[in-house]
């Protein structure tokens, strides 16, 4: 039943009361924008006002932000390293709509599910915003009937989620993975996972870092050796996973007061949650009588062994740390399971504007995966198992290291990738300056030129030297009698005459060298 003009106003009335109480307390600008749009919506249900003259608050919905040419260029460089690294692997790209089947997408992240973005039915399908590119790549695998793939996708995913932007988290993001499917011996295609991570964080050069490892079979096993209940696994290991942000202390009040965990269960897990080190590590809990108990520890402990030995041929055995606080909480993971943190935790922007920002916060993890060899079965008619092995890449956070790098360096960066600019210096000469970019362009030379018909040369130039444009063609009535241009080096100001006939060829040879 539609709402009565009256039942408008006192919401409105209602909703002006609350807003005028946020300002009174001046809480948040972010909270008080939010509840004026809602003010808003209110008033242009009463569709009195013309649309001209509605008021609109200026802002991206919460968890989200825009990029201006800056922050694009870093972004793409960022992203042109990491596919170099993909495509050296022979990774083949694909792309998946950014909405799911709502079916297709729950059940599979566990408590995460709660983060999923509905969408009303449109045209008689229930639909959501894809959460991840794991799911879609397994539904795209089943549907396909494709039992081998090595894949990269790189696209936005969706989380309602209460965004963290002072640590790059947000409710739009990129994900960024690398994952290969089918049925291959233990370990190899785990191992290259792991060597893909180190790769692209050696070619970023954005500071330390170390790739924890881990085994889901293993904590089920241990899980089970310290008496947990098998219908509390998923939950205890959802707990666990917060180690990396919660002390210990925390993890095991949850576990006991809010999951029901009995205490010396929770106590025996802390003993082994814990630890962490090298290749002794799993030697010294392959000799753990609880542990060789149980056939699910003893798997995941062998598999351990086989990693870390593969993991050191690839040259990783400074880069890696087996740690048994590493659950990763998504209900798929069926095997090895791998996240990479940065060893610094560098400061990073809080804002979404690129300007300095009063509160700043650390990075965090900046990779993350593992094994998950059940999920494509999830999809198929017959069940048929593809087994997958993947990783996905923090790019957000990698992006929000970058840009505070950028802005705390000082230093302009380009945001165009102009090669030469053409200039004139008398009046009348613009049909000329684009017959000479018509030349460039067509061999492939990246150049531009003055909307003005008659631009002043200084203003040319000036605007070379602010974009960092490297070089210059600049003429004249004399020059074109003579049938040359001067060709301008725009940092040392150098100038050369070239016949017009040989500019391209000219510029492509300064340019290599």
Request: aromatic letters at 6%.
């Amino acid at each position: 039943m539609s709402e009565t003009r009256e039942q408008i106003l006192e919401e409105i009335k209602v909703q002006g009361d609350l807003v005028r109480k946020l300002k009174a307390a001046k809480e948040a600008k972010e909270k008080i924008d939010e509840e004026v749009a809602k003010l808003l919506a209110l008033k242009a249900k009463l569709g009195d006002e013309p649309a001209q003259n509605q008021k609109f608050t200026l802002k991206t919905p919460k968890g989200t932000r825009d990029y201006g040419p800056q922050q694009m260029m870093q972004r793409q460089n960022v992203l042109d390293k990491i596919v170099g690294v993909f495509k050296k692997h022979g990774g083949e790209a694909i792309d998946t709509p950014v909405f799911e089947l709502k079916d297709v997408l729950t059940g599979k992240y566990g408590e995460d599910s709660k983060l999923i973005y509905d969408l009303k039915d449109q045209g008689g399908e229930i639909l959501a915003l894809r959460y991840d590119l794991t799911v879609p790549l397994a539904r795209y695998l089943a549907m396909n009937k494709i039992s081998s793939l090595k894949r990269y996708h790189i696209a936005k995913v969706y989380r309602r989620d209460n965004p963290a932007m002072t640590r790059g988290r947000y409710r739009e993001f990129y994900q960024c993975d690398f994952d290969i499917a089918g049925s291959f011996d233990p370990m190899l295609p785990d191992a290259e996972c792991v060597k893909i991570v180190s790769e692209i964080l050696d070619v970023l050069d954005i500071g330390d870092y170390v790739i924890k490892l881990n085994h889901r079979q293993l904590l089920d096993g241990m899980f089970e050796a310290c008496g947990v209940p098998a219908d509390k696994f998923r939950t205890i290991c959802s707990a666990v996973d917060k180690l990396d942000k919660s002390p210990w202390s925390e993890v095991r009040r949850e576990m006991i007061d809010e999951k029901g965990l009995d205490a010396a269960a929770a106590d025996q897990i802390g003993e082994y949650v814990q630890l962490s080190g090298g290749s002794e590590l799993v030697e010294k809990l392959l000799a753990d009588p609880k542990l060789k108990a149980v056939p699910a520890a003893l798997k995941g402990l062998e598999g351990m062994q086989l990693l870390m030995k593969y993991c050191t041929s690839m040259g990783l055995a400074n880069k890696i740390s087996f740690d048994l606080s590493l659950a990763r909480g998504l209900d798929y993971y069926t095997g090895v399971i791998y996240e990479c943190v940065l060893k610094s935790e560098p400061k990073i922007l809080a804002n979404g504007s690129g300007a300095a920002a009063e509160e700043q916060g650390t990075v965090g993890s900046v990779a993350g995966g593992g094994r998950y060899d059940n999920l494509v079965g999830m999809f198929d008619p017959k069940g048929k198992q593809v087994p997958c092995v993947g990783v996905s890449i923090g790019v957000e956070r990698i992006f929000s290291v970058i840009e505070a790098k950028a802005a705390a360096s000082g230093v302009k960066q380009r945001t165009n990738e102009v090669e030469v600019y053409v200039a004139s210096a008398h009046k009348g000469l613009h049909e000329k300056r684009l017959s000479i970019l018509n030349d460039l362009w067509n061999q492939g030379i990246k150049a531009e030129h003055s909307y003005k018909l008659n631009p002043k040369l200084l203003a040319q130039l000036q605007h070379c030297e602010e974009q960092q444009i490297p070089l210059a063609v600049v003429f004249g009535d004399s020059e074109l009698e003579k049938g040359i241009v001067k060709l301008r080096e725009v940092t040392t100001r150098k100038e050369d005459e070239i016949p017009v006939a040989e500019l391209a060829n000219e510029i492509k040879k300064r340019l290599r060298s």
